[in-house]
């Protein structure tokens, strides 16, 4: 079984979670011998671009010391075998058409969706 | 059971947050009448869905006690389920993502629930006839 994962929303609660619990799941499947790749799509294509600073997050004493760090993460599943791909439009329409992407990410038109969902026995939308 | 499935539903919303889960129940419980076998991955804020603590409150906007409130309660719709399914020869397997319910100090669950990994998700999905994401949004 082949499972295309897409994730769509974006930056919920990865301060808490010091990930994106979507991308993480990914990694765990993973570890436990799932075939899966990643369709990252809409708020969600931000963590593919290379170079985001998430720390400095502080209440009183209390500081964050480990940030997420999501071009980390999606480089991780790179290293995986996991093939990342990445909507161009979702890309273009945030201004990120031309920033620097995680090494070995594909960027895919929106209408080549439909064959990437084609090539997958299963597509779980998160 | 002639035509009988085994379906996989992984949901994510905490209770009380959207009604996702309502509609995720609607879906299991169609699947528990027809006596199939459920595989539940519960991540996240899901967790607590289970949870035994839950304790139903009156309504005083409603002028009702707790009791003639009925006010919901996720843990018992987990419970139903499970009744249901196995009422009619099918059953439930429901997993708590389990270092979710750790953050969240809820490991006090309904009989019935066992705690797991994300590879359980994986299993469980490898083992059915289709699987259904509920992500949260």
């Not at chain 1, 979670?17 to 809409?42: C, F, P, Y």
């Not at chain 1, 720390?55 to 290293?79: C, E, H, I, Y």
Request: charged share 20%.
């Amino acid at each position: 079984m082949k499972v295309l994962q897409v994730i769509e929303s974006a930056y919920r609660a990865t301060q808490e979670e010091q990930d994106d619990t979507i991308v993480w799941i990914s990694h765990a499947m993973k570890g436990a011998g799932a075939d899966l790749n990643v369709l990252l799509r809409g708020n969600a294509v931000n963590y593919a671009v290379d170079g985001q600073d998430a720390s400095g997050l502080a209440f009183s004493a209390w500081k964050q010391t480990q940030p997420p760090n999501m071009a980390r993460d999606v480089a991780g599943l790179v290293d995986k075998g996991v093939e990342i791909y990445i909507t161009e439009e979702d890309l273009a329409e945030r201004g990120l058409g031309g920033a620097g992407l995680v090494a070995g990410v594909k960027p895919v038109p929106r209408a080549g969706v439909p064959a990437l969902f084609a090539a997958h026995d299963q597509v779980w939308h998160w | 059971m002639a035509g009988k499935k085994t379906l996989t539903f992984a949901l994510m919303d905490a209770p009380y947050e959207s009604a996702r889960t309502t509609t995720a129940f609607r879906l299991m419980d169609i699947a528990a009448r027809r006596g199939y076998d459920i595989r539940v991955f519960a991540y996240e804020g899901a967790v607590c869905v289970p949870f035994a603590q839950q304790t139903a409150h009156p309504n005083a906007l409603h002028g009702r006690d707790a009791e003639e409130e009925n006010h919901p309660l996720p843990k018992d719709w987990v419970a139903a389920l499970m009744t249901e399914a196995e009422s009619n020869g099918g059953s439930v397997d429901w997993v708590n993502c389990g270092l979710c319910v750790d953050e969240r100090g809820v490991a006090d669950a309904i009989e019935g629930v066992r705690r797991g990994t994300p590879g359980d998700l994986w299993s469980m999905a490898g083992e059915s006839d289709n699987t259904l994401i509920m992500g949260t949004r």
